[in-house]
């Protein structure tokens, strides 16, 4: 944990029991606690840099919000992400929380700053041609002949009928033979109805036809080497050899095979509220984050194969 110099005995002595409190009270994580004891005392250090003094438990309750602005300016001038900042922030009203609550120190502008805006997160689909790929080389990705013909069943659900990790993985073995449609429980319970390809179909009968394990129907679908439910740590170790073998991004993960399916849905003309449904999303605002992916991708055909476009380009 980082205890930082230069503070007031007052405020030391403080600081040493909110960690304890952290530790024995909150029973935070190790890293968790390290974190929250370095972006204390970083902010700490700032504001001894900032108003010139050792800080002391009389000068926290003093900070006016233009103190809290400068520190929060500092971080953005200094690169560091609005997650981290997010963070940081949260570190630093947990100390002052412990203070007010201890009849130390108290001071009510530190509530009234917003958390920084985290950025707008983009799935980083594969493109049509990388997923075809990566299901092609799953079946030889896998060693013996069953694991490489369920390895390639299990990503052929995460691509196909658009699947979480822990969907596929979690059916029993009463789901196979799949019919056209698969029932399929989510996040929070909650069930939905998805299509079934028949390449999803095939890939799966394969794998059952390979797989030597014996399969009860109240059992798990994928097995491991052990007869056990497949895990997802299997699945993305394939996907991080797959990655190598195929010259793929390191964004090209099981989930981005997910966003796969929903991208591509949607380039090829698939309707928001219906690729929802697929997804299982609770929020169309989570399906509309695939928008901003098409435009994206929409924008590069653009640039390539228009010729205004091109036009631009020649001229700069």
Same mark, same amino acid.
Request: aromatic letters at 6%; one cysteine or more.
């Given at each position: 944990m980082v205890e930082p110099a230069g503070l007031s005995p007052d405020l030391a002595e403080a600081y040493a029991r909110w960690l304890r409190w952290l530790e024995s009270e909150r029973r935070l994580a190790s890293l968790s606690l390290q974190a929250y004891s370095r972006d204390a005392a970083a902010f700490l250090a700032f504001i001894a840099r900032h108003r010139g003094r050792a800080p002391d438990l009389e000068l926290l309750g003093e900070l006016a919000p233009a103190d809290f602005r400068a520190w929060l300016a500092a971080r953005h001038a200094g690169g560091l992400r609005a997650t981290s900042t997010? @963070? %940081?922030?949260? %570190?630093? @009203? /947990? +100390?002052?929380r412990f203070l007010e609550r201890g009849g130390l120190a108290a001071n009510p502008a +530190?509530?009234? +700053?917003? /958390?920084? @805006?985290? &950025?707008?997160?983009? &799935?980083?689909p594969l493109t049509p041609a990388e997923a075809k790929a990566t299901l092609a080389a799953a079946g030889g990705a896998g060693g013996p002949t069953w694991t490489g013909a369920r390895d390639a069943a299990v990503l052929t659900l995460l691509y196909g009928l658009g699947l979480r990790i822990s969907e596929a993985l979690g059916l029993d073995r009463e789901a196979a033979p799949l019919a056209d449609t698969l029932i399929v429980r989510g996040k929070g319970g909650k069930e939905r109805l998805v299509p079934v390809l028949a390449a999803?179909?095939? %890939?799966?009968?394969?794998?059952? %036809?390979l797989? &030597?394990?014996? +399969?009860p129907a109240d059992g798990p679908l994928f097995v491991g080497a052990r007869g056990g439910r497949l895990s997802p740590r299997s699945v993305q170790a394939l996907m991080q050899r797959l990655r190598s073998a195929l010259g793929l991004e390191a964004t090209a993960t099981p989930h981005a095979l997910r966003h796969s399916f929903a991208t591509h849905l949607l380039g090829a003309g698939g309707d928001l509220r219906m690729i929802q449904e697929l997804l299982g999303h609770a929020s169309l605002s989570t399906t509309q984050r695939y928008t901003d992916v098409d435009a994206e991708q929409l924008m590069a055909v653009y640039r390539l194969a228009h010729p205004r476009a091109k036009a631009t380009a020649v001229r700069n």
């Amino acid at each position: 944990m980082v205890e930082p110099a230069g503070l007031s005995p007052d405020l030391a002595e403080a600081y040493a029991r909110w960690l304890r409190w952290l530790e024995s009270e909150r029973r935070l994580a190790s890293l968790s606690l390290q974190a929250y004891s370095r972006d204390a005392a970083a902010f700490l250090a700032f504001i001894a840099r900032h108003r010139g003094r050792a800080p002391d438990l009389e000068l926290l309750g003093e900070l006016a919000p233009a103190d809290f602005r400068a520190w929060l300016a500092a971080r953005h001038a200094g690169g560091l992400r609005a997650t981290s900042t997010g @963070r %940081a922030l949260s %570190a630093v @009203r /947990s +100390l002052f929380r412990f203070l007010e609550r201890g009849g130390l120190a108290a001071n009510p502008a +530190l509530m009234t +700053l917003r /958390s920084p @805006r985290r &950025p707008h997160g983009v &799935p980083k689909p594969l493109t049509p041609a990388e997923a075809k790929a990566t299901l092609a080389a799953a079946g030889g990705a896998g060693g013996p002949t069953w694991t490489g013909a369920r390895d390639a069943a299990v990503l052929t659900l995460l691509y196909g009928l658009g699947l979480r990790i822990s969907e596929a993985l979690g059916l029993d073995r009463e789901a196979a033979p799949l019919a056209d449609t698969l029932i399929v429980r989510g996040k929070g319970g909650k069930e939905r109805l998805v299509p079934v390809l028949a390449a999803a179909r095939e %890939a799966v009968d394969r794998y059952l %036809a390979l797989c &030597p394990m014996p +399969l009860p129907a109240d059992g798990p679908l994928f097995v491991g080497a052990r007869g056990g439910r497949l895990s997802p740590r299997s699945v993305q170790a394939l996907m991080q050899r797959l990655r190598s073998a195929l010259g793929l991004e390191a964004t090209a993960t099981p989930h981005a095979l997910r966003h796969s399916f929903a991208t591509h849905l949607l380039g090829a003309g698939g309707d928001l509220r219906m690729i929802q449904e697929l997804l299982g999303h609770a929020s169309l605002s989570t399906t509309q984050r695939y928008t901003d992916v098409d435009a994206e991708q929409l924008m590069a055909v653009y640039r390539l194969a228009h010729p205004r476009a091109k036009a631009t380009a020649v001229r700069n």
